[in-house]
Antibody, heavy 120, light 107 residues
Framework: DVQLLESGGTLLRPGGSLRLSCAASGFTFSSHVMSWVRQAPGKGLEWVSS????????FYADSLKGRFTISRDNSKNTLFLQMNSLRAEDTALYYC?????????????WGLGTLVTVSS | DIQMSQSPSALSAAVGDRVTITCRAS??????LGWFQQKPGKPPKYLIY???SLQSGVPSRFKGSGSGTDFTLTISSLQPEDFATYYC?????????FGQGTKVDIK
């Protein structure tokens, strides 16, 4: 079974940095585009970033303005999200999602999420 | 960027009702449209891809239709486990975008 397990979420101050991880299992990780999607408390879904299967190509939401960096380690089946200069509006549940093999831009499996809270 | 707009934002329905949710894209996305179901405290579940194809294991009472800019999710006979929030998502191009969601609750 496909499993995605996020970790790294915590409470931190504005301006801080954090790295999220997502451990993948149950599928060939290196064959799939992977993504991060976030959901602020009580709000809708917001795509954050995607990375190609090899890691050579990355894509970001415009609103992040270069503060976040997505990466992956295919030898360890792990996806990462480095988050810098965090703001209160980055407070959200961050989901790791597998992109489908067919289209590579839709999300067919999701983890349970890891909560990031940015507050002074 | 492609904006996705869902309607209604919320609806109340009874078990057995037919429910229709609409999703409109700000520009044509062919059929690169997915639908998700999310229950409180749970991650989204993928229901439909390609505007009308059911993911494996999704009940046949869920039906997606549409192409271009206008899409519909129909639940033919609402079941107790279907009360949830539904989101559409376009995957025609980056940045990937979601509709704002439609909450379906019990009448």
């Amino acid at each position: 079974d496909v499993q995605l397990l996020e970790s790294g979420g915590t409470l931190l101050r504005p301006g801080g940095s954090l790295r999220l991880s997502c451990a993948a299992s149950g599928f060939t990780f290196s064959s799939h585009v992977m993504s991060w999607v976030r959901q602020a408390p009580g709000k809708g879904l917001e795509w954050v970033s995607s990375i190609s299967d090899t890691g050579d190509n990355t894509f970001y939401a415009d609103s992040l303005k270069g503060r976040f960096t997505i990466s992956r380690d295919n030898s360890k089946n792990t996806l990462f999200l480095q988050m810098n200069s965090l703001r209160a509006e980055d407070t959200a549940l961050y989901y790791c999602a597998r992109n489908s093999w067919l289209s590579e831009k839709d999300f067919d499996y999701w983890g349970l999420g890891t909560l990031v809270t940015v507050s002074s | 960027d492609i904006q996705m707009s869902q309607s209604p934002s919320a609806l109340s329905a009874a078990v057995g009702d037919r429910v229709t949710i609409t999703c409109r894209a700000s520009q044509g996305i062919i059929n690169y449209l997915g639908w998700f179901q999310q229950k409180p405290g749970k991650p989204p579940k993928y229901l439909i891809y390609g505007a009308s194809s059911l993911q494996s294991g999704v009940p046949s009472r869920f039906k997606g239709s549409g192409s271009g800019t206008d899409f519909t999710l129909t639940i033919s006979s609402l079941q107790p486990e279907d009360f949830a929030t539904y989101y559409c998502q376009q995957y025609h191009s980056y940045p990937l975008t979601f509709g704002q969601g439609t909450k379906v609750d019990i009448k």
